[in-house]
């Protein structure tokens, strides 16, 4: 089945850093991509998706771009905010259409 | 977007007791409803997947005597955890989607077991 593996944190960050999460996954045929992000005491909220090879997700300055030929869906930003703070998940979607997660990598930025 | 709740939030019972959590899509009708665990510092893992007015499918390895699942509507969905025990200690979250639109999640259950 399908599985994701993303990069562990935690990750301290100051304010206007660049950021980038890692995700890479393994999958049969070809999965849709996300990044949700679990703001402190909320539950996951869908941040950005892909569905084909080479698009690019984007939202609220985060992108990834859906890299067939590394098997990857890497998250950045250009400049992370005090708000940017939660748990990001990178996740999987195939046929099924269940979503398989990683691990969740916790981001946390400082004034 | 669509909201998704949970009830209640955290719940803290005595070993071989049973307890039931909620989860209500509050402006929506779900066809759909997942549950999740999460342990500590692990990712979410799918449970099961109800969909209304039928039997949940439940994923391998998930004991469906144990977590009892019901949908018996478009907006509530229940998981009952059977004769509770210490190893039953998790976070529980539930998602639903319309169709096959984007799935809403709420914001767990943490789940306590003495």
């Known amino acids: 089945g399908n599985s994701v593996t993303q990069m562990e944190g935690p990750v301290t960050l100051s304010e206007e850093a660049f950021l980038t999460i890692n995700c890479t996954y393994t999958?049969?045929?070809?999965?849709?991509l996300f990044w949700y992000v679990q703001y402190p005491g909320e539950g996951l909220q869908l941040l950005l998706k892909?569905?084909?090879?080479?698009d690019k997700g984007s939202n609220k300055g985060f992108e990834a771009t859906y890299r067939k030929e590394t098997t990857s869906f890497h998250l950045e930003k250009g400049s992370v905010q005090v708000s940017d703070s939660a748990v990001y998940f990178c996740?999987?979607?195939?046929?099924?259409?269940?979503?398989?997660f990683g691990k969740g990598t916790k981001l946390t930025v400082n004034p | 977007g669509a909201v998704v709740s949970q009830h209640p939030s955290w719940v803290i019972c005595k070993s071989g007791t049973s307890v039931k959590i909620e989860c209500r899509s509050l402006?929506?009708?779900?066809?759909?409803m997942f549950w999740y665990r999460q342990f500590p510092k692990q990712s979410l893992m799918l449970m099961a997947t109800?969909?209304?007015?039928?039997?949940?499918?439940?994923e391998q390895g998930v004991e469906k005597d144990k977590f009892l699942i019901n949908h018996a509507s478009l907006t509530l969905s229940t998981l009952t955890v059977t004769s509770a025990h210490p190893e039953d200690s998790s976070f529980y979250i539930c998602?639903?989607?319309?169709?096959?639109?984007?799935?809403?999640f709420g914001p767990g259950t943490r789940l306590t077991v003495l």
């Open positions: 998602s639903a989607r319309l169709v096959h639109n984007e799935q809403f």
């Open positions: 999958a049969t045929g070809y999965p849709s």
């Open positions: 892909a569905t084909k090879a080479d």
């Open positions: 996740a999987t979607q195939g046929g099924s259409e269940k979503l398989v």
């Open positions: 402006d929506f009708q779900a066809t759909t």
């Open positions: 109800s969909n209304e007015g039928s039997k949940a499918t439940y």
